[in-house]
């Protein structure tokens, strides 16, 4: 299993009255803090810029183990919300894998699927 920690971000309002809803974000997002403390120093993952741009890092078992769950008591104890994303290692597209400490995964989602349409025999 790879597991996905998004924080919830609450939402706000600007000066002039305009609203913005609740956002979700990954772990590099706007996160401070002892959250931020709890992984800063063990993920370090490729540069951005070498992946594709819709894929997720997840943690692996191990980096759960050692790294995701310090990150959740973190988010606890500072009443930040998150919410835990689970994905099967077999339904997973993964285009890089951490070999040095073996803690991340960078995962792409899986493609949809496009409904083909038949061809009619007047088609052609």
Known sequence: MFRRIE????GDSDDEGQSYPPSKEGLTSVVSGPVLEAWIDDLTGPARSSLPSNCRFYFTEKGWREVGR???????QTRQDYRVIVVKETDAQVVWRDKARG??????????????????????
């Open 7 to 10: 924080v919830i971000l609450p």
């Open 70 to 76: 310090k990150v959740v008591a973190a988010a606890q």
């Open 103 to 124: 803690y991340e995964v960078a995962v792409q989602p899986p493609r949809k699927r496009r409904a083909t349409r038949k061809r009619d025999d007047a088609d052609g």
